[in-house]
């Protein structure tokens, strides 16, 4: 299973984080991109998009990290997240109840499947009308982002 750990942010570099990324990917065996340039047409989270999408015929699964996450154990695999055979194609975590801005789900770290289902997920995101997703928002679905943060729309 070839597993490529995806991260980045344009214009450049922020952080650190690279470094860290690049050394837990090493000790795996997992393929890294830490992807800085700019993606036409994406700013906010809509980079994030892009750039999977860019790289998703190149690995089997994606492990997307933003580039202000750490990884913090390195014993833990990313195999152990991922069944095989159980037809998923996004594994995600719910956001940690520590953060002050409620979210359902955490956005800064998930695993994507190569898949045409999962390209397609993908590409329906960058054309999806904010203001529609806006119309049916509820609070209990966390922060509405506007797909960028900060802004009005959805955080993916």
């Given at each position: 299973m070839r597993i490529g750990?995806?991260?980045?942010?344009?214009?450049?570099?922020?952080?650190?984080?690279?470094?860290?990324?690049?050394?837990?990917?090493?000790?795996?065996?997992?393929?890294?991109?830490?992807?800085?340039?700019?993606?036409?047409?994406s700013g906010g989270y809509?980079?994030?998009?892009?750039?999977?999408?860019?790289?998703?015929?190149?690995?089997?699964?994606?492990?997307?990290?933003?580039?202000?996450?750490?990884?913090?154990?390195?014993?833990?695999?990313?195999?152990?997240?991922?069944?095989?055979?159980?037809?998923?194609?996004?594994?995600?975590?719910?956001?940690?109840?520590?953060?002050?801005?409620?979210?359902?789900?955490?956005?800064?770290?998930?695993?994507?499947?190569?898949?045409?289902?999962?390209?397609?997920?993908?590409?329906?995101?960058?054309?999806?009308?904010?203001?529609?997703?806006?119309?049916?928002?509820?609070?209990?679905?966390?922060?509405?982002?506007?797909?960028?943060?900060?802004?009005?729309?959805?955080?993916?």
């Open positions: 750990i995806i991260s980045g942010y344009y214009p450049g570099f922020r952080l650190d984080s690279p470094i860290n990324h690049k050394v837990y990917a090493d000790r795996h065996g997992y393929g890294y991109v830490y992807n800085f340039t700019p993606e036409r047409g809509f980079f994030k998009v892009r750039t999977i999408l860019r790289y998703l015929d190149f690995f089997d699964w994606i492990f997307w990290i933003d580039d202000d996450a750490y990884f913090t154990n390195f014993e833990v695999k990313l195999e152990q997240f991922i069944t095989p055979d159980d037809g998923s194609e996004l594994v995600i975590c719910s956001s940690p109840s520590t953060k002050k801005l409620f979210t359902k789900f955490s956005s800064g770290q998930f695993l994507l499947k190569s898949t045409p289902v999962s390209r397609a997920f993908l590409q329906e995101v960058l054309i999806t009308d904010m203001r529609i997703v806006r119309s049916f928002w509820r609070d209990d679905l966390g922060y509405y982002a506007g797909g960028r943060p900060g802004g009005n729309g959805i955080s993916f």
